[in-house]
């Protein structure tokens, strides 16, 4: 077990069974839990924090050395593999994505929703505010959370607090999203290490685990999302097939620049933008062959 507990969870304002399908995405092992009538939580393996990034052959190099010169090199940042999850989650559905991360010096979270900037704040390990305050109020915007009572509530994260270290604050803002549904099991609190996390959540009722099987799988997932959709002409005709175009122009460079970065969260962000492209076209194309007067 990690001496200082590094962890993160993933809330999806979402039932499972929706999230499931775009959590095969990822690339990444996660169980995914209910949390609430109206939310999900992934719990990842957390491989690319415990990781370093893979060598030339592919493989990944023992912790803490780098893969071409041997010199010490840490795993991927916390923080920047559950933003760039997160973001991939919730540019390819129509649910918000709130993600909760923390390590030895900071703790923090993270909102994405759709095709909108990511809005963020973090905290330093004893709880010193190290966010933009502004942050506060687009989270609360965006979750329609009340404007003026948990507003105030989310401000009171903005100010120093001796009492409340970083996953304490991590904790308060739980509290407040109960009033939009989520409801965690006991043993998912932040603050605990990935392997305890994972621990609880799979002696949880409802606990799934989520694995990529493959391309062929992640193509079936996908068009079983898109059938169950209720979207209607954003899935099929003229509209669709400009959204998936704009996913196909986005995905490819974001992944090809989380490639050169090694970064694993923002290369799955592009590789799902990519992969959400690439089926939304065909499947309008193969919808139009099989009705001509569609479109």
Known sequence: MDATPVGALLLCRADPE????LAHLLREGMLLVPAGEEWSVLVPEGRPWRETPSGPAGHPEPAGHSALSGIPE???PVDRVVAGWAAALAVASTWPVVALWWEATRA????ASGFRRPVGYVWLADGTPAGEDEAMTTFAARLDLDPVLDVQALQALTRPDPHADGPARLRTLLGLLTRTGVELRPGLEPGRSTEAL???????????QIEWAGWRDAVRVELDA?????????MLGPRARTVATAQVLVGAPLALWGAFRRSGGWTAAGALLLTQGVLGLAYNEVRDRAAPGRG
């Open 74 to 76: 840490p795993a991927e």
């Open 226 to 234: 898109v059938e169950s959709s209720g979207l209607g002409p954003w």
């Open 198 to 208: 994972r621990e609880a959540a799979q002696a949880l009722p409802g606990a799934g």
């Open 108 to 111: 923090g979270c993270v909102l």
């Open 18 to 21: 929706t999230v499931r399908p």
